[in-house]
C-alpha cells in the first residue's frame, strides 16, 4: 500500500493542522507497520539497485570501502551511466537521515542520533531495500526509510516513523535530510517560487550567501510556528529561512550535465533547505526537512519522495519531469 492509497481502506487516525491533513494511520509501505511485508537482513552494510541508466548503492550508517565515512546512511553512490562518477561526495552520501530535533538545546551528538544509532539493512526485493532503525537512544524514534528503485532511474523514498515517548520538549518533531553533491561547479538550486508574501509564481535559483544563512524555503501557506529556544542554535540552518517561498513541491540543482531532482507531494509541506559548503568546500548540500506537529506517541507518521538522476536540458525539462514524477502520486 502508499500513502495514496484511498483512506476509507483502511483505519486509523487523522490529525488536521491548519487546512492540510497529516496521516497519521498505518499506510504499511514499509515493515514499520506492515508486519506481512517480508524481507532478509543483508550480512553487510550496502545494497546495489541497478535499473536502466543508473546504479545507487544503499547503505546504513556503518563505514565501508576506502572512502565512505561511518556515519553516512542513505544513497551512498548514485551514478548515470551519462556521467560515470558518483554525484554524492564519496565520504558521505545522498537522502541521509541525518538529525532528530525539537528546537531544544540538545547537544550535538544527541540530534545527529541517526548517525549514531545502529540501522539494519533489510531486503526486500531485487529492486527495493530498507533501512530500519530501532527506537534510538535519546529521541525514543523508531524509524524505516524503504528506497525503491523504479522504472527511469527513479529513487522513491518512503520514511515512517513512531514516536515511543513522550521526550520532545516543545511537542513537536523534526526531521532533516542531507545529500552532499560532489563538485557540482554551481551549487544553486531551482524551483518555482516567489517572494514571500507575494503572488504568482516564477523560476527561483537560491544560493545561500554562506552555512546557515537564508537557507530554508518553506511551501506558499505554510503558516505553522515551532516553539523553540532562543538561538536555537545560532550557527545552524534549519530556520534561517530565505526570502523565498516554493509554489510547487520539487527543485532540482544539475551538476556535469545532469540534473538531479527531488520531488515531493504537497500535502507533506517539506521544507527546502541549502548549504553552499555543507560537504566541504565546493561541495553544497541540497537538504529538506520533515516536521510533525502535536506528534502522539504510538502513532506512525511519515511521507514520500522521489529522487531523479537525469540528463539536464534546461529549467523546463526538468519542470516536465516534476509534472511526470507528480502524476506517480496519484497512482
Known amino acids: 500500500m502508499r500513502y495514496s492509497d484511498s483512506l476509507m481502506n483502511r483505519a486509523g487516525l487523522l490529525l488536521l493542522f491548519g487546512a492540510v491533513l497529516v496521516v497519521a494511520a498505518p499506510p504499511g509501505a514499509t515493515t514499520l507497520t506492515n508486519k506481512r511485508l517480508k524481507f532478509r537482513v543483508s550480512a553487510g552494510h550496502t545494497a546495489t539497485l541497478r535499473r536502466g541508466d543508473v546504479e545507487a548503492v544503499i547503505v546504513d550508517n556503518e563505514a565501508f570501502g576506502p572512502d565512505h565515512k561511518q556515519g553516512y546512511n542513505g544513497v551512498a553512490s548514485l551514478k548515470h551511466k551519462r556521467r560515470g562518477g558518483n554525484v554524492f561526495v564519496p565520504s558521505y552520501a545522498g537522502l541521509n537521515f541525518e538529525l532528530i530535533f525539537d528546537g531544544s538545546h540538545a547537544p550535538r551528538d544527541v540530534m545527529f542520533e541517526p548517525r549514531r544509532a545502529p540501522m539494519e539493512l533489510r531486503i526486500l526485493g531485487k529492486n527495493s531495500v530498507e533501512l530500519y532503525q530501532a527506537p534510538t537512544p535519546n529521541w525514543k524514534l523508531e524509524s524505516a526509510t524503504r528506497f525503491e528503485l523504479e522504472r527511469g532511474g527513479v529513487i522513491h523514498m518512503t520514511f515512517e516513523c513512531i514516536p515511543r515517548a513522550q521526550v520532545f ?21 531551482h524551483f518555482m517560487g516567489r517572494e514571500r508574501g507575494s503572488r504568482g509564481e516564477r523560476w527561483v535559483e537560491a544560493a545561500s550567501p554562506s552555512h546557515g544563512v537564508q537557507s530554508t524555503h518553506v511551501p506558499a501557506g505554510d503558516t505553522r510556528r515551532f516553539e523553540r529556544a532562543p538561538n536555537f542554535p545560532p550557527h545552524w540552518m534549519a530556520f534561517s529561512f530565505s526570502n523565498y517561498e516554493y509554489t510547487q513541491p520539487f527543485y532540482f540543482g544539475f551538476s556535469r550535465g545532469l540534473g538531479l531532482l527531488m520531488e515531493f507531494r504537497q500535502q507533506d509541506r517539506i521544507w527546502f533547505t541549502q548549504s553552499p559548503s555543507g560537504g566541504g568546500k565546493g561541495n553544497p548540500a541540497w537538504d529538506f526537512q520533515y516536521h510533525i506537529p502535536d506528534y502522539k506517541t504510538g502513532v506512525p507518521y511519515g511521507f514520500e519522495m522521489r529522487l531523479a538522476h537525469a540528463p539536464f536540458d534546461g529549467q523546463e525539462k526538468m519542470k516536465k519531469l516534476h509534472e511526470k514524477l507528480a502524476k506517480r502520486w496519484r497512482q
Open 169 to 189: 520538549k516543545n511537542g513537536w518533531i523534526g526531521l532533516f535530510w542531507a545529500s552532499y553533491i560532489d563538485k557540482p561547479g554551481v551549487g544553486t538550486i
